[in-house]
C-alpha cells in the first residue's frame, strides 16, 4: 500500500482533485487494495474514495501487512463483483474481504454484490474483466459508468 499512496500523494501534488468525486476500481488483487486503500485514504491526506468497485477481488491487497478496514468510511458505497467460472480467486477473495469488512464493523447496505453469469459467447472466468466484447463492456464497463453517474449528481 506504501507504494500507491506515493503515487497518488505525486499525482495529487500536480492535480487538483478537491472537491471532485472519487471512484476506485481495482480488480483481482487490485479488487481488495481499492477496499484497503478506501481504508488508509483519509489518514495519509488522499482522495478518499465516494464508491468502489472491487472486481474479482483476491482476499487481501498485500499479505505480508494485512490493512485493517476499521477506518474506511461507513458512507462509501461498495460493489463486489464476482465471476461464475473464476476459478483463480472465485468467490473466496470476496467471502474474506467480505467477513474483513464485517470485522471491521463496515455496513453491510452499502455492500452490493454482482454475480457476473456466464452465457453464449461469455464465460464470466477471471480473466473476462480484460476483455472488450459488448458483453464484457455490459459486465464490467457499464456497472462503472452507473456508479460515476451516481456520484456526478
Do not use: C
Not at 482533485?17 to 484497503?36: F, K, T
Not at 465516494?50 to 487481501?60: E, G, L, N, T, Y
Not at 464470466?124 to 456526478?152: E, I, K, M, Y
Request: glycine letters at 12%; proline letters at 5%; aromatic letters at 8%.
Amino acid at each position: 500500500m506504501q507504494y500507491a499512496v506515493a503515487g497518488i500523494q505525486a499525482a495529487t501534488a500536480y492535480l487538483d482533485v478537491g472537491g471532485l468525486p472519487v471512484l476506485v476500481i481495482g480488480y483481482s488483487r487490485g479488487g481488495a487494495l481499492a477496499v484497503e486503500y478506501g481504508a488508509v485514504a483519509a489518514r495519509n491526506g488522499l482522495p478518499v474514495p465516494d464508491k468502489i468497485m472491487s472486481i474479482f477481488p483476491a482476499s487481501v491487497g498485500n499479505e505480508q501487512h494485512l490493512i485493517d478496514l476499521t477506518s474506511l468510511d461507513h458512507s462509501t458505497g461498495l460493489l463486489i463483483q464476482m465471476g461464475e467460472e473464476d476459478a483463480i480467486v472465485g468467490r473466496t477473495g470476496a467471502r474474506h474481504l467480505l467477513w474483513r469488512l464485517r470485522a471491521g464493523g463496515f455496513p453491510a447496505q452499502n455492500i452490493k454484490l454482482d454475480f457476473v453469469k456466464s452465457h453464449a459467447g461469455f464465460t464470466a472466468d477471471h480473466f473476462a474483466p480484460l476483455q472488450t466484447s459488448p458483453s464484457a463492456r455490459a459486465a464490467f464497463w457499464r456497472p462503472a459508468d452507473l456508479l460515476l453517474v451516481g456520484l456526478n449528481r
